[in-house]
């Protein structure tokens, strides 16, 4: 999507009458996005001037592109500006500009955290990326995305602005420790507008009336790296995920921290909050193969088995056994561990952790303080809102009251980047707000192309999901767990646990442990324990009795759960002392365990309702949009 598109033409004489702004405005609005404060509104009038003077040359073609406000597929991400065009040979060249309204004097180079840099943002002095690292970051997302870049057909070539940045104190900014990333992205500072208009000029000899704009904004997105897909390659030392954003951020601070700790012997924890699609898993593994290649003792930990076997699959053949199996364990595997046996321990999915390990919940004392007490660098990633077990403990200040009685360090940090759900923050608050788990601003819809679909028939909804899986063997369905998992059929795949009028399926096999990327997977149904931590391109989700639409209001209802569903064990006692307070409990479980796999869909989410007011809701709040 562009927030702003005109040729260079246009561009000059609406910057030159001050209606620039204006359009931007009317363009925030049309989409249904929040324009931002005034401050931000100051930004495009005082950084947009500077790109009038940089532009204002014959040199550049006045049927150039120009798009403000780009934003990256499959993230929520925008691109400040962009210059569109061709090179003397015809080919199609797209400028990528990331504009900074920084000053010099409170900006300072930050060493030994690589692509990071300090200055002042979001009323204080913090650490940032480098521009350059940033727009070149977003230029790789592009290019690991887009079939037009991916094919030669458009390059892209990345820079930074800042326009402000006085130059006596450019050292701090434009130092060798950043020479990687300023060749790869060339930063312009304060009176370098006449450099960054060669940057242009040689890169855009010949208009293109927005042409390669449209390439790049609709083009074919091709299948997304998969994290899955990728372990094998990130551990043979292959950077298969570039760290944009906040990101990068953590992952730095995150390295940092652990070799602080493996050099000073002091306990450091880190707390990371991220909602579903933010890159919790992506920076789990790219940080346990960084920390191994410095030489730290490191394992990934998970509570949920899934992503675990996922990534163990992927490995067989390129890792031994038992390195696989150092590599990735469960939460309960620090029961009787030493006092700081490991370098750095990273825990996936924190908010699933347990009190008591073991099949019986009968082993150890605690979780959180054995994982704590193992490591000397413990890193919790955390989303409040999907535990979905009634002995899921995982909450940041269980964290924090463990850490500070082991003295040790807390330090926070917030990932906001979406990558799933086509990288849209509107569809995450919008199920929030359908789900009433909290009122958000997207009540009447949200923006960008979602693939979302209420189906009146399950199998028809089957049917969507098995086409799309065609492409790629990545879409799933999955169910709330309302139907009982059979004994007699937990291997065989003949034998239909659920079956809801002419569909009839299996729960996925219990002789199959990776059933999130086996073929003959697509014939069963996933629930919240096998998908979870995990991802697909599009989901099937078939929503059970639990959920239903009552009084104008979305109810649950633990007495739909199956039997044999073990999230939600010992509800009824509860209920028989205080049915209030099991109504309570269980709603939270039942309703985030929806929106955990209302999310699993990068491209899509396919919707069937067991209850028809429930699926008629759905459909009324999705004909906001």
């Known amino acids: 999507m562009i927030i702003y598109e005109a040729t260079k033409g246009e561009f000059l004489e609406q910057a030159f009458n001050d209606s620039i702004v204006?359009?931007?405005?009317?363009?925030?609005?049309?989409?249904?996005?929040?324009?931002?404060?005034?401050?931000?509104?100051?930004?495009?009038?005082?950084?947009?001037?500077?790109?009038?003077?940089?532009?204002?040359?014959?040199?550049?073609?006045?049927?150039?592109?120009?798009?403000?406000?780009?934003?990256?597929?499959?993230?929520?991400?925008?691109?400040?500006f962009m210059v569109s065009g061709y090179d003397e040979n015809k080919k199609g060249n797209v400028i990528i500009i990331e504009l900074k309204q920084w000053g010099g004097k409170e900006t300072s180079k930050i060493e030994g955290k690589d692509g990071l840099i300090k200055t002042f943002v979001g009323g204080g002095l913090r650490e940032t990326l480098h521009p350059s690292y940033q727009a070149w970051s977003y230029y790789s997302f592009i290019k690991d995305f887009n079939e037009s870049v991916q094919?030669?057909?458009?390059?892209?070539?990345?820079?930074?602005?800042?326009?402000?940045?006085e130059s006596e104190f450019r050292l701090e900014i434009d130092n060798e420790i950043y020479a990687y990333y300023v060749n790869l992205a060339p930063l312009y500072l304060k009176g370098d507008a006449l450099k960054l208009r060669e940057f242009i000029e040689k890169h855009i000899k010949m208009g293109d009336n927005k042409k390669n704009l449209y390439e790049i904004n609709n083009g074919k997105i091709r299948p997304s790296k998969s994290l899955q897909d990728s372990v094998c390659n990130m551990l043979n030392g292959n950077e298969?995920?570039?760290?944009?954003?906040?990101?990068?951020?953590?992952?730095?601070?995150?390295?940092?921290?652990?070799?602080?700790?493996?050099?000073?012997?002091?306990?450091?924890?880190?707390?990371?909050?991220?909602?579903?699609?933010?890159?919790?898993?992506?920076?789990?593994?790219?940080?346990?193969?960084?920390?191994?290649?410095?030489?730290l003792v490191t394992q990934y930990i998970s509570k949920n088995s899934a992503p675990r076997n996922v990534y163990c699959s992927k490995l067989k053949g390129n890792v031994k056994n038992h390195q696989i199996n150092h590599l990735f364990r469960g939460s309960g595997s620090f029961t009787n561990s030493e006092s700081n046996t490991f370098s750095?321990?990273?825990?996936?999915?924190?908010?699933?952790?347990?009190?008591?390990?073991?099949?019986?919940?009968?082993?150890?004392?605690?979780?959180?303080?054995?994982?704590?007490?193992?490591?000397?660098?413990?890193?919790?990633?955390?989303?409040?809102?999907?535990?979905?077990?009634?002995?899921?403990?995982?909450?940041?200040?269980?964290i924090e009251k463990y850490a500070k009685k082991m003295n040790a360090e807390v330090l926070y940090y917030q990932l906001d980047s979406q990558f799933r759900c086509n990288g849209s923050d509107g569809y995450l608050a919008w199920i929030d707000d359908l789900l009433e788990i909290r009122e958000t601003a997207n009540s009447e819809g949200f923006e960008l192309n979602y693939d979302?679909?209420?189906f009146d028939d399950p199998v028809e909804m089957q049917k969507a999901?098995?086409?799309?899986?065609?492409?790629?063997?990545?879409?799933?369905?999955?169910?709330?767990?309302?139907?009982?998992?059979?004994?007699?059929?937990?291997?065989?795949?003949?034998?239909?646990?659920?079956?809801?009028?002419?569909?009839?399926?299996?729960?996925?096999?219990?002789?199959?442990?990776?059933?999130?990327?086996?073929?003959?997977s697509i014939?069963?149904?996933?629930?919240?324990?096998?998908?979870?931590?995990?991802?697909?391109?599009?989901?099937?989700?078939?929503?059970?009795?639990?959920?239903?639409?009552?009084?104008?209001?979305?109810?649950?209802?633990?007495?739909?759960?199956?039997?044999?569903?073990?999230?939600?064990?010992g509800i009824k006692?509860?209920?028989?002392?205080?049915?209030?307070k099991a109504k309570e409990i269980s709603s939270v479980i039942i309703k985030n365990t929806y929106r955990t796999l209302f999310t699993r869909g990068q491209k899509g989410c396919y919707i069937y309702c067991c209850d028809k007011k429930l699926a008629d809701y759905f459909k009324m709040r999705l004909g906001n949009r």
């Not at 599009?538 to 199956?562: C, H, N, S």
Request: with cysteine; net charge negative; aromatic share 8%.
């Open 573 to 580: 006692s509860i209920a028989n002392k205080d049915i209030n």
């Open 523 to 569: 014939k069963e149904v996933g629930c919240i324990h096998t998908s979870q931590g995990l991802e697909f391109d599009y989901v099937g989700v078939i929503v059970g009795l639990d959920l239903r639409y009552e009084d104008e209001k979305v109810i649950t209802d633990f007495t739909q759960r199956a039997n044999t569903d073990q999230s939600l064990k």
């Open 22 to 80: 204006e359009k931007i405005k009317e363009s925030y609005k049309k989409y249904h996005l929040s324009v931002g404060n005034m401050s931000e509104v100051r930004s495009w009038q005082n950084s947009l001037q500077y790109m009038y003077k940089v532009l204002t040359t014959d040199n550049i073609p006045n049927n150039a592109g120009i798009a403000i406000e780009f934003k990256i597929p499959l993230t929520s991400k925008r691109i400040d």
């Open 344 to 398: 750095a321990l990273l825990v996936d999915e924190a908010h699933r952790l347990n009190e008591k390990s073991g099949l019986f919940k009968n082993q150890g004392e605690n979780q959180i303080k054995e994982i704590i007490n193992a490591s000397l660098f413990s890193l919790f990633f955390i989303d409040e809102n999907q535990k979905v077990d009634i002995f899921d403990i995982g909450s940041k200040e269980e």
């Open 151 to 165: 094919d030669n057909l458009i390059s892209l070539y990345p820079c930074a602005y800042l326009h402000n940045f």
């Open 452 to 454: 979302i679909k209420i």
């Open 240 to 295: 298969e995920f570039v760290m944009i954003d906040s990101q990068k951020i953590v992952l730095e601070n995150a390295l940092s921290n652990a070799l602080s700790s493996f050099n000073d012997k002091k306990k450091r924890v880190m707390i990371v909050e991220g909602g579903p699609g933010t890159g919790k898993s992506v920076l789990a593994i790219n940080l346990l193969v960084k920390l191994l290649e410095k030489g």
């Open 465 to 520: 999901i098995e086409e799309k899986n065609q492409i790629n063997n990545k879409s799933r369905i999955v169910a709330g767990y309302c139907w009982d998992w059979i004994k007699d059929g937990k291997n065989n795949s003949d034998i239909y646990d659920i079956v809801i009028g002419d569909l009839k399926m299996s729960w996925n096999l219990g002789s199959s442990n990776t059933w999130a990327i086996d073929t003959d």
